[in-house]
């Protein structure tokens, strides 16, 4: 038993007299790669404005963030929606996407199901559409069907400001032009 002691006294001496200007041990994190998200987010929104103007209110299902070489980038998915606004802040038209990538400078890139549908009732549809938000245009160079109530135009490449109002096709394929039909009674 007085072995048991003194060995345990022997022992606490021993830590006590330990080098505590020893340096903990290093702990190496392990760098996943580019491939994975920082950032997750579920049913969430992204706001545009400049000077206190909406410009664009952004919704999806699920919405990841990507960090690379100091710029941010956000990949959205799960239907997309976004409302975007003129220089009033008055709603100019909707956007609607399977998917979608918001860049660091703010310019939007939508695929898969692209609808966009203006106050007028114009509506493009593509499989891909940029928006950019310096110039707040939509451009495609994939093919694209542009319906108005009197008009349907289709063709590959196309650009117009985010109203609908003012764009052209590149490449056009068919202009067909809707008549009223006379009621029959």
Not at 131 to 160: A, C, H, M, N
């Amino acid at each position: 038993m007085m072995r048991h002691v003194l060995l345990f006294l022997l022992l606490l001496i021993a830590a006590a007299c330990a080098d505590k200007s020893a340096k903990p041990p290093r702990i190496d994190f392990l760098y996943v790669g580019n491939d994975y998200p920082v950032q997750e987010t579920w049913e969430a929104q992204v706001v545009f404005s400049d000077s206190g103007r909406l410009k664009a209110t952004v919704s999806a299902n699920h919405i990841s963030q990507y960090t690379r070489q100091g710029s941010t980038e956000k990949k959205l998915d799960g239907r997309i929606r976004a409302e975007l606004y003129d220089d009033q802040g008055v709603h100019s038209s909707t956007l609607t996407a399977n998917r979608a990538i918001i860049h660091p400078n703010n310019d939007m890139e939508a695929f898969e199901n692209v609808v966009i549908t203006s106050r007028d009732c114009t509506t493009v549809r593509t499989e891909y559409i940029k928006w950019t938000y310096q110039d707040q245009k939509v451009r495609s160079d994939k093919f694209v069907t542009i319906k108005r109530p009197t008009e349907t135009l289709s063709g590959y490449g196309f650009e117009s400001d985010q109203n609908l109002k003012r764009y052209r096709i590149y490449k056009a394929t068919a202009v067909m032009k809707v008549q009223d039909q006379p009621d029959l009674k």
